[in-house]
C-alpha cells in the first residue's frame, strides 16, 4: 500500500472530523461552559490539515493558499487558551485581550515575512520547510500551549471527580497531538525519515472532544459507540478486501486482482458508512411499520394525560387506560389496577398492572406501574409501556386521592345532617309527644276496644320517635371491658319468653360502651323475635369468637324466613325493613353504634340458619 496515500488520506480525514465537529459544536452544544473557542480550535486544527493537503497536491496558487493556512498556528493556539479559561472557569477580559493581541501580531508577522518554504522532500512534491529564524513564532505557540496545560495541572487538586476526568482527557489527547505532529518537523531538522505520527492525527480532535463531553452530553457516548464500531468494521473490510484480492489472484480472476488494495478498501468503507448512516432511519421506519405508535409526542402524552384524568372511578380507569394505550400501539392491551398481580390469565395479551406499593424505609405509600408479558416488544415499544404506566400510576394516585376526599366529605355531610336532623327530631317528639299525651288522656272514655287500639298506636308512634332520635343523635361513647357472655345476659334478660341458644366462650370479652352494646344487641335480638312470631319452634343464636386481629366476631342469627334478596342490598338503610310494623330503623341504628365502635356488620350466612348477621367488634385482653 502507497504510505503517502495513506498519509494524504488521514489529512482528508483529520480535516473532515475537525471541521464538522466544529460545526456540530457550535450547534449542539452551545450552553457548554468554553464551547465555542473549543469549536474555533477545531476549526483551526481542520484548516492545518486542508492547507498541508493544497500545498502537496495543489497547484501553485492553492499550494500558497494552503502554506497560509499552514502558518494560522499562532491564533489557534490562543484558541485553546481561551477554551481553558473559560473551562476551569478563570477567564480574565484584559489578560485574554492581551494574549489574543498576541497571537493576530504574530499571525500577522508571520504572513507578511513569509515564514517557511515548501521544497521537495522525499516522495513529497512540496513540503514545508521551517528557517532557523522560525523556531521564534514555534516559541510563543508553544509558550501559550504550555501555559494552558499548566493551568489545567493547577487545577487538578481542587478538581471535582468529574472534571479530573475531563482534565485528565484533555492532556491525553495533548500529548496524542503533539507526540502526533512532531515528526511533520523532520524536513526542517534535516531527518529524512517519513512522518509516519502525522497519520494518527486525526484521532487528535475526537479524543478532545470527546473526553471533555463524555461527562456532559449523552450523544457524545453514542457517537463514540458508533465511531468504535465503525472503527472494527472498517478493519474487517480491510481484511476481507485482501483476503479477496489473494482468492482472486489465485482463481484466474485478474481485473478484479489488479484493482488496488486501496480502491477496494475506499469502496467497502464508504458502503460500510452509508448502512451504517441508513442503519438508524431504517430500523426507525421498520419499527413503525410493525409496531405502529413505538414514538412518542408532546402531543400524546398531553392527551393521554387528560384521556386519564377524566375517570372518576376504578372500572372507569380500567377501561380508559386499556382503550388508549390499545390505540396508540394498534392492538388490545389489557390494564389490572389492584394490589394483586393476577395471574397467567391474560392469553399472552400484553398489559400493566398498576398497584399501590408499600413504602421504604418509613416512606408512605404510593402507586406504580409493571409491565405485563411485553418480553418481546422492541427497547422503543417498550419505553411507550414505560410512559405510559407512569401517567397510569399518576392517574392512579389522584383518582385514589379524590376518591378518599369524596368519602370524607361524604361522611362530613352525612354527619352534619344527622346532626341536623336530630335536632329536628328532638324538635318534633317534644311537640308530638303533648298531642299524644292529650289524645291517650281523651281515650279514657272510650270503649275498651277503642283504649287498647288507641293505645298500641300512640306506643308505635313514641317508638318510632325514639327510634329517630336514636339513629339521628351524638353517639357519645364510655367504653368499657365487657365480658360477651355478660352483655348476652343482660338482653336475654329482657326477653324472657324466648329461649336464646348462647355459644360463647366466658373469658371472651369487648372493649365498647355496654350501654350502646345491649342496644345493638338488643335491636337484633328484637329483630329476630319479630321475625318468629307464629313459628312453632322459635330459635335464635348468639356465638362469638375471637379474631386473629384481636376483633371479636359476633353472630346473631334465627330460623325465621330469612331476608328477602331484593332487601339484602339495602338491609342498613334507613328505612327499610322486614318486620311487620317496624319503624326501618333498627339495623340503621346498629350500624351507626357498630361503626362508632370501629367495626362493622353485615348480612351473612351460618349452616342451619336461615338469617345470619355478622358483627366486628373490638376486643378487649
Given amino acids: ?58 497547484g501553485d496558487a492553492v499550494a500558497a493558499l494552503g502554506k497560509r493556512l499552514v502558518n494560522c498556528g499562532p491564533i489557534n493556539a490562543v484558541f485553546f487558551l481561551h477554551f481553558v479559561f473559560r473551562f476551569l472557569r478563570r477567564e480574565r477580559p484584559r489578560q485574554l485581550l492581551a494574549v489574543y493581541l498576541l497571537g493576530i501580531v504574530t499571525l500577522v508577522l508571520i504572513q507578511l515575512l513569509d515564514m517557511g518554504t515548501l521544497a521537495p522532500w522525499l516522495g513529497f512534491r512540496r513540503y514545508y520547510f521551517f528557517p532557523v529564524w522560525g523556531s521564534i513564532p514555534g516559541i510563543i505557540v508553544s509558550s501559550i500551549s504550555v501555559w494552558a496545560y499548566l493551568l489545567l495541572l493547577a487545577a487538578w487538586p ?52 470527546f473526553g471533555i463531553l463524555r461527562y456532559d452530553l449523552m450523544v457524545v457516548n453514542l457517537w463514540a459507540n458508533r465511531l468504535l464500531a465503525w472503527l472494527v468494521l472498517m478493519a474487517i473490510a480491510v481484511a476481507l478486501a485482501s483476503l479477496l484480492l489473494s482468492v ?3 482463481t484466474g480472476f485478474a481485473p478484479l486482482a489488479a484493482m488496488p488494495l486501496w480502491q477496494l478498501w475506499l469502496l467497502g468503507t464508504a458502503m460500510l ?39 372518576s372511578s376504578w372500572p372507569e380507569l380500567e377501561r380508559i387506560a386499556a382503550s388508549t394505550l390499545g390505540a396508540h400501539l394498534r392492538q388490545p392491551m389489557r390494564v389490572v389496577l389492584g394490589d394483586a398481580r393476577p395471574a397467567g390469565d391474560g392469553a399472552g395479551k400484553p398489559g400493566v398492572h398498576c398497584y399501590l406499593a408499600a413504602g421504604k424505609d418509613g416512606e408512605a405509600p404510593h402507586w406504580r406501574s409493571d409491565l405485563m408479558e411485553w418480553e418481546g416488544a422492541t427497547p422503543s415499544v417498550t419505553r411507550v409501556g414505560e410512559v405510559f404506566g407512569a401517567l397510569l400510576a399518576a392517574a392512579a394516585a389522584r383518582l385514589d386521592q379524590l376518591l378518599r376526599y369524596a368519602e370524607h366529605e361524604k361522611e362530613r355531610l352525612q354527619q352534619a345532617h344527622l346532626l341536623e336532623l336530630g335536632g329536628l327530631a328532638a324538635t318534633v317528639a317534644h311537640e308530638l309527644r303533648n298531642p299524644l299525651n292529650i289524645i291517650s288522656m281523651a281515650a279514657v272514655m272510650a270503649p275498651p276496644e277503642v283504649r287498647a287500639e288507641i293505645r298500641a298506636q300512640i306506643e308505635r308512634a313514641d317508638h318510632l320517635i325514639q327510634d329517630l332520635l336514636s339513629y339521628s343523635g351524638e353517639v357519645r361513647l364510655n367504653r368499657q371491658r365487657m365480658p360477651v357472655a355478660e352483655l348476652v345476659q343482660r338482653v336475654a334478660a329482657g326477653h324472657p319468653s324466648q329461649a336464646i341458644d348462647v355459644d360463647v366462650d366466658q373469658a371472651l370479652c369487648l372493649h365498647i360502651d355496654p350501654m350502646r352494646g345491649e342496644q345493638i344487641l338488643g335491636n337484633l335480638i328484637g329483630n329476630a323475635m319479630a321475625m318468629l312470631r307464629g313459628r312453632s319452634d322459635p330459635r335464635i343464636l348468639v356465638a362469638a369468637e375471637a379474631q386473629a386481629d384481636g376483633q371479636v366476631l359476633l353472630r346473631v342469627c334465627d330460623n325465621g324466613p330469612g331476608v328477602p334478596a331484593d332487601l339484602a342490598a339495602d338491609l342498613f338503610q334507613p328505612f327499610t325493613t322486614r318486620r311487620p310494623g317496624g319503624t326501618g330503623l333498627g339495623l340503621a341504628i346498629v350500624r351507626r353504634l357498630v361503626e362508632a365502635h370501629g367495626g362493622s356488620v353485615r348480612l351473612g350466612e351460618r349452616a342451619g340458619w336461615n338469617c345470619c348477621f355478622e358483627l366486628l367488634l373490638p376486643g378487649s385482653p
Fill in 1 to 58: 500500500m502507497d504510505i503517502y496515500r495513506v498519509y494524504y488520506f488521514s489529512l482528508v480525514i483529520q480535516g473532515c472530523i475537525s471541521l464538522g465537529l466544529a460545526a456540530w459544536l457550535w450547534a449542539k452544544a452551545p450552553h457548554q461552559s468554553g464551547i465555542k473557542p473549543l469549536a474555533l480550535f477545531c476549526v483551526g486544527i481542520g484548516c492545518w490539515a486542508l492547507g498541508q493537503l493544497g500545498m502537496h497536491l495543489g
Fill in 158 to 209: 481542587a478538581a471535582a471527580p468529574r472534571q479530573r476526568g475531563k482534565i485528565l482527557a484533555i492532556w491525553f489527547a495533548g500529548v496524542w497531538g503533539s507526540g502526533a505532529s512532531l515528526m511533520f518537523l523532520n524536513a526542517s531538522l534535516g531527518i529524512d525519515i517519513f512522518p509516519y505520527s502525522v497519520i494518527l492525527l486525526p484521532g487528535y480532535a475526537l479524543l478532545l472532544v
Fill in 248 to 250: 482472486a489472484a489465485r
Fill in 273 to 311: 458508512g452509508v448502512m451504517l448512516v441508513l442503519e438508524g432511519p431504517s430500523r426507525r421506519a421498520m419499527e413503525r411499520l410493525v409496531f405502529p405508535g413505538a414514538h412518542l409526542e408532546a402531543g400524546v402524552l398531553a392527551d393521554w394525560r387528560l384521556r386519564l384524568d377524566a375517570a
